[in-house]
Protein backbone atom coordinates (compact mmCIF):
# COMPACT_ATOMS: atom_id res chain seq x y z
CA UNK A 1 0.00 0.00 0.00
CA UNK A 2 3.03 2.04 0.78
CA UNK A 3 3.77 1.88 -3.11
CA UNK A 4 0.22 2.81 -4.17
CA UNK A 5 0.28 5.85 -1.94
CA UNK A 6 3.37 6.96 -2.99
CA UNK A 7 2.28 6.67 -7.23
CA UNK A 8 -0.76 8.51 -5.86
CA UNK A 9 1.37 11.36 -3.70
CA UNK A 10 3.28 11.55 -7.14
CA UNK A 11 0.76 11.81 -9.40
CA UNK A 12 -1.42 14.72 -8.19
CA UNK A 13 1.86 17.04 -6.88
CA UNK A 14 0.63 17.03 -3.06
CA UNK A 15 2.50 16.84 -0.11
CA UNK A 16 1.87 15.05 3.07
CA UNK A 17 2.50 16.17 6.66
CA UNK A 18 1.79 12.96 9.05
CA UNK A 19 0.56 12.77 12.10
CA UNK A 20 1.85 11.84 15.29
CA UNK A 21 2.05 8.32 16.91
CA UNK A 22 -0.10 7.71 20.07
CA UNK A 23 -1.77 11.15 19.19
CA UNK A 24 -5.58 10.76 19.08
CA UNK A 25 -6.62 14.55 20.00
CA UNK A 26 -4.67 15.00 16.79
CA UNK A 27 -6.85 12.98 14.53
CA UNK A 28 -9.80 13.28 16.36
CA UNK A 29 -11.92 15.97 13.40
CA UNK A 30 -11.74 12.97 11.26
CA UNK A 31 -12.80 10.66 13.58
CA UNK A 32 -16.10 12.45 14.24
CA UNK A 33 -16.72 12.86 10.68
CA UNK A 34 -16.13 9.23 9.84
CA UNK A 35 -18.81 8.72 12.30
CA UNK A 36 -21.19 11.17 11.02
CA UNK A 37 -21.04 9.83 8.11
CA UNK A 38 -21.59 5.91 9.08
CA UNK A 39 -24.43 7.38 11.06
CA UNK A 40 -26.35 8.90 8.42
CA UNK A 41 -25.46 6.85 5.38
CA UNK A 42 -24.95 3.35 6.67
CA UNK A 43 -27.99 3.09 9.45
CA UNK A 44 -29.90 1.02 8.36
CA UNK A 45 -27.43 -1.10 7.57
CA UNK A 46 -27.39 -1.32 3.58
CA UNK A 47 -27.59 -4.32 1.22
CA UNK A 48 -25.05 -3.97 -1.50
CA UNK A 49 -24.90 -6.41 -5.19
CA UNK A 50 -23.81 -3.95 -6.94
CA UNK A 51 -20.71 -1.88 -5.51
CA UNK A 52 -19.95 0.27 -8.37
CA UNK A 53 -23.59 1.60 -9.16
CA UNK A 54 -23.52 1.86 -4.87
CA UNK A 55 -20.86 4.29 -4.70
CA UNK A 56 -22.42 6.36 -7.59
CA UNK A 57 -25.37 6.55 -5.44
CA UNK A 58 -23.54 7.37 -2.23
CA UNK A 59 -21.50 9.87 -4.10
CA UNK A 60 -25.11 11.50 -5.03
CA UNK A 61 -25.98 10.98 -1.71
CA UNK A 62 -22.77 13.25 -0.45
CA UNK A 63 -22.73 16.04 -2.55
CA UNK A 64 -26.96 16.66 -1.65
CA UNK A 65 -25.73 16.29 2.26
CA UNK A 66 -23.33 19.98 1.05
CA UNK A 67 -26.19 21.89 0.72
CA UNK A 68 -26.36 21.80 5.24
CA UNK A 69 -24.84 24.67 6.70
CA UNK A 70 -21.47 24.43 8.23
CA UNK A 71 -22.32 23.92 12.41
CA UNK A 72 -19.67 26.75 12.84
CA UNK A 73 -19.07 28.91 9.81
CA UNK A 74 -22.71 29.52 9.17
CA UNK A 75 -22.64 28.95 5.35
CA UNK A 76 -23.39 26.06 3.72
CA UNK A 77 -20.45 23.40 3.51
CA UNK A 78 -21.11 23.48 -0.52
CA UNK A 79 -19.95 27.05 -0.48
CA UNK A 80 -17.16 26.50 1.91
CA UNK A 81 -15.70 23.72 -0.79
CA UNK A 82 -15.91 26.10 -3.87
CA UNK A 83 -13.60 28.67 -1.79
CA UNK A 84 -11.41 25.73 -1.01
CA UNK A 85 -11.39 24.93 -4.92
CA UNK A 86 -10.30 27.92 -5.94
CA UNK A 87 -7.19 27.06 -4.36
CA UNK A 88 -6.36 23.61 -5.37
CA UNK A 89 -3.74 23.06 -7.41
CA UNK A 90 -4.81 22.09 -11.38
CA UNK A 91 -5.73 17.97 -12.11
CA UNK A 92 -3.68 16.03 -13.83
CA UNK A 93 -5.38 14.94 -17.70
CA UNK A 94 -5.33 11.48 -16.67
CA UNK A 95 -7.16 9.96 -14.24
CA UNK A 96 -4.80 8.04 -11.34
CA UNK A 97 -5.67 4.12 -11.85
CA UNK A 98 -6.03 2.99 -8.37
CA UNK A 99 -4.60 -0.62 -9.06
CA UNK A 100 -1.37 -2.77 -8.67
CA UNK A 101 0.56 -4.35 -11.16
CA UNK A 102 2.05 -8.13 -11.28
CA UNK A 103 4.05 -10.05 -13.67
CA UNK A 104 2.70 -13.35 -14.36
CA UNK A 105 2.88 -16.28 -16.71
CA UNK A 106 0.04 -17.59 -19.00
CA UNK A 107 -0.46 -21.25 -19.66
CA UNK A 108 -1.08 -22.69 -22.96
CA UNK A 109 -4.24 -21.49 -23.23
CA UNK A 110 -2.93 -17.58 -22.60
CA UNK A 111 -4.86 -18.00 -19.00
CA UNK A 112 -2.97 -16.49 -15.36
CA UNK A 113 -4.37 -16.74 -12.03
CA UNK A 114 -4.26 -14.57 -9.40
CA UNK A 115 -5.60 -14.39 -5.54
CA UNK A 116 -5.58 -18.16 -5.45
CA UNK A 117 -8.24 -19.34 -6.98
CA UNK A 118 -9.24 -17.21 -9.61
CA UNK A 119 -8.33 -17.89 -13.63
CA UNK A 120 -8.50 -14.67 -16.21
CA UNK A 121 -7.89 -15.19 -19.54
CA UNK A 122 -5.73 -13.07 -21.86
CA UNK A 123 -5.32 -14.25 -25.80
CA UNK A 124 -4.38 -17.45 -27.43
CA UNK A 125 -1.04 -15.53 -28.87
CA UNK A 126 0.07 -14.26 -25.34
CA UNK A 127 0.15 -18.30 -23.92
CA UNK A 128 2.83 -19.41 -21.94
CA UNK A 129 4.84 -15.92 -22.00
CA UNK A 130 5.05 -13.27 -19.14
CA UNK A 131 2.78 -10.29 -18.93
CA UNK A 132 2.03 -7.16 -16.97
CA UNK A 133 -1.19 -7.66 -15.42
CA UNK A 134 -3.39 -4.96 -13.54
CA UNK A 135 -5.15 -5.53 -11.02
CA UNK A 136 -8.23 -2.83 -9.31
CA UNK A 137 -10.80 -3.32 -7.09
CA UNK A 138 -13.35 -4.03 -9.82
CA UNK A 139 -11.70 -5.49 -13.14
CA UNK A 140 -8.50 -7.30 -14.18
CA UNK A 141 -6.39 -6.20 -17.13
CA UNK A 142 -3.98 -8.11 -18.87
CA UNK A 143 -1.55 -5.58 -20.86
CA UNK A 144 0.81 -5.87 -24.06
CA UNK A 145 4.10 -4.36 -24.04
CA UNK A 146 2.53 -0.52 -24.85
CA UNK A 147 0.04 -0.79 -21.97
CA UNK A 148 -2.92 -1.49 -23.87
CA UNK A 149 -5.50 -4.00 -22.59
CA UNK A 150 -5.30 -7.14 -24.13
CA UNK A 151 -8.43 -7.98 -22.33
CA UNK A 152 -10.70 -6.37 -19.75
CA UNK A 153 -12.85 -8.83 -16.79
CA UNK A 154 -14.84 -8.62 -13.68
CA UNK A 155 -12.69 -9.13 -11.08
CA UNK A 156 -13.59 -12.28 -9.42
CA UNK A 157 -13.68 -12.79 -5.00
CA UNK A 158 -14.08 -15.74 -2.54
CA UNK A 159 -12.44 -19.08 -2.05
CA UNK A 160 -14.13 -20.88 -4.93
CA UNK A 161 -13.07 -21.35 -8.18
CA UNK A 162 -13.59 -19.25 -10.92
CA UNK A 163 -12.58 -19.15 -14.40
CA UNK A 164 -13.34 -16.64 -16.71
CA UNK A 165 -14.26 -17.91 -19.88
CA UNK A 166 -12.95 -15.59 -23.16
CA UNK A 167 -14.68 -17.09 -26.82
CA UNK A 168 -11.63 -16.42 -28.37
CA UNK A 169 -9.51 -18.32 -25.98
CA UNK A 170 -12.27 -20.96 -26.46
CA UNK A 171 -12.33 -21.01 -30.13
CA UNK A 172 -8.61 -21.78 -29.83
CA UNK A 173 -8.88 -25.04 -28.12
CA UNK A 174 -11.85 -25.98 -29.80
CA UNK A 175 -9.70 -25.54 -33.27
CA UNK A 176 -7.25 -27.57 -31.99
CA UNK A 177 -9.88 -30.28 -30.37
CA UNK A 178 -12.84 -29.87 -32.54
CA UNK A 179 -14.19 -33.13 -30.89
CA UNK A 180 -15.04 -31.21 -27.53
CA UNK A 181 -17.57 -28.93 -29.80
CA UNK A 182 -20.38 -30.82 -28.82
CA UNK A 183 -19.76 -29.78 -24.82
CA UNK A 184 -18.55 -26.37 -25.65
CA UNK A 185 -19.93 -23.26 -24.10
CA UNK A 186 -19.59 -21.29 -27.60
CA UNK A 187 -22.04 -24.29 -29.48
CA UNK A 188 -24.34 -23.30 -26.06
CA UNK A 189 -24.38 -19.10 -27.26
CA UNK A 190 -25.04 -19.82 -31.33
CA UNK A 191 -28.22 -19.66 -32.32
CA UNK A 192 -30.41 -23.03 -33.33
CA UNK A 193 -29.80 -22.67 -37.02
CA UNK A 194 -26.22 -22.27 -36.84
CA UNK A 195 -25.80 -24.60 -34.26
CA UNK A 196 -27.63 -27.29 -35.87
CA UNK A 197 -25.43 -26.73 -39.48
CA UNK A 198 -22.29 -26.46 -37.51
CA UNK A 199 -23.01 -30.38 -35.84
CA UNK A 200 -23.80 -31.59 -39.52
CA UNK A 201 -20.19 -30.61 -40.39
CA UNK A 202 -17.39 -32.98 -41.07
CA UNK A 203 -14.37 -32.39 -38.58
CA UNK A 204 -12.39 -30.80 -41.05
CA UNK A 205 -15.05 -28.69 -41.90
CA UNK A 206 -15.72 -28.11 -38.65
CA UNK A 207 -12.62 -26.65 -37.85
CA UNK A 208 -12.65 -24.55 -40.78
CA UNK A 209 -15.81 -22.84 -39.39
CA UNK A 210 -14.35 -22.01 -36.37
CA UNK A 211 -11.50 -20.38 -37.85
CA UNK A 212 -13.58 -18.22 -39.58
CA UNK A 213 -15.70 -17.05 -36.15
CA UNK A 214 -12.19 -16.92 -34.67
CA UNK A 215 -11.14 -14.33 -37.06
CA UNK A 216 -13.88 -12.68 -37.25
CA UNK A 217 -14.72 -12.55 -33.51
CA UNK A 218 -11.47 -10.93 -32.97
CA UNK A 219 -12.14 -7.88 -35.99
CA UNK A 220 -15.81 -7.44 -35.05
CA UNK A 221 -16.81 -9.27 -32.29
CA UNK A 222 -18.27 -12.72 -30.98
CA UNK A 223 -21.43 -10.95 -31.26
CA UNK A 224 -21.54 -9.63 -34.96
CA UNK A 225 -19.46 -13.04 -36.04
CA UNK A 226 -22.63 -15.26 -35.02
CA UNK A 227 -24.70 -12.98 -37.33
CA UNK A 228 -22.69 -13.36 -39.95
CA UNK A 229 -22.33 -17.13 -39.93
CA UNK A 230 -25.93 -17.40 -39.29
CA UNK A 231 -26.67 -15.62 -42.16
CA UNK A 232 -24.14 -16.93 -44.10
CA UNK A 233 -25.33 -20.70 -43.28
CA UNK A 234 -28.60 -19.41 -44.22
CA UNK A 235 -27.46 -18.98 -47.89
CA UNK A 236 -26.16 -22.33 -47.96
CA UNK A 237 -22.76 -20.66 -48.28
CA UNK A 238 -20.77 -20.65 -44.62
CA UNK A 239 -17.69 -19.75 -46.17
CA UNK A 240 -14.76 -17.05 -44.64
CA UNK A 241 -15.55 -14.79 -48.00
CA UNK A 242 -19.35 -14.39 -47.43
CA UNK A 243 -19.42 -14.68 -43.96
CA UNK A 244 -16.11 -12.24 -43.34
CA UNK A 245 -18.46 -9.90 -46.30
CA UNK A 246 -21.69 -9.93 -44.34
CA UNK A 247 -19.42 -9.31 -40.92
CA UNK A 248 -18.62 -6.35 -42.63
CA UNK A 249 -21.58 -5.02 -43.32
CA UNK A 250 -22.95 -5.74 -39.90
CA UNK A 251 -20.19 -3.96 -37.98
CA UNK A 252 -20.38 -0.88 -40.54
CA UNK A 253 -24.57 -0.66 -40.17
CA UNK A 254 -26.30 1.97 -39.55
CA UNK A 255 -30.01 2.17 -39.78
CA UNK A 256 -30.84 5.92 -40.28
CA UNK A 257 -34.71 6.87 -39.98
CA UNK A 258 -36.12 8.07 -43.58
CA UNK A 259 -39.41 9.53 -44.70
CA UNK A 260 -41.75 7.39 -46.72
CA UNK A 261 -41.47 7.15 -50.13
CA UNK A 262 -44.90 8.63 -51.90
CA UNK A 263 -45.47 5.28 -54.73
CA UNK A 264 -48.05 7.90 -56.20
CA UNK A 265 -45.55 9.99 -57.87
CA UNK A 266 -44.48 6.97 -59.86
CA UNK A 267 -47.99 5.36 -60.49
CA UNK A 268 -48.72 9.96 -62.71
CA UNK A 269 -44.74 9.09 -64.22
CA UNK A 270 -46.22 5.23 -65.41
CA UNK A 271 -49.61 6.86 -66.72
CA UNK A 272 -48.11 9.46 -68.39
CA UNK A 273 -45.23 6.80 -70.63
CA UNK A 274 -48.45 5.14 -71.08
CA UNK A 275 -50.55 8.10 -72.44
CA UNK A 276 -47.47 8.92 -74.82
CA UNK A 277 -47.32 5.96 -76.92
Request: charged share 30%; with cysteine; hydrophobic share 40%.
Amino acid sequence: MAELFLRFKAHYGFEVTFCNPDSGHEKGNVENKVGYFRRNFFVPLPTVTDVQAFNQELLSRSEADWKREHYKKGVTIERLFEEDRRAFLYLPKSRFAVCRYVRLKTDGYGKFQIDGKHYYSSAPEWAGREIVVRIGAHTVEPLKPDGEPISVHIRHFGKQRTDIIDVRTTLSRLMHSPGAWRNSVVRKELPEKLKSDMDALERAELKEALRIMQELSARYGFETAVKAMEQASRLGRLTSANAGVLAARLASFEPQETAPVDLRIYDAMLEAAVSMQ
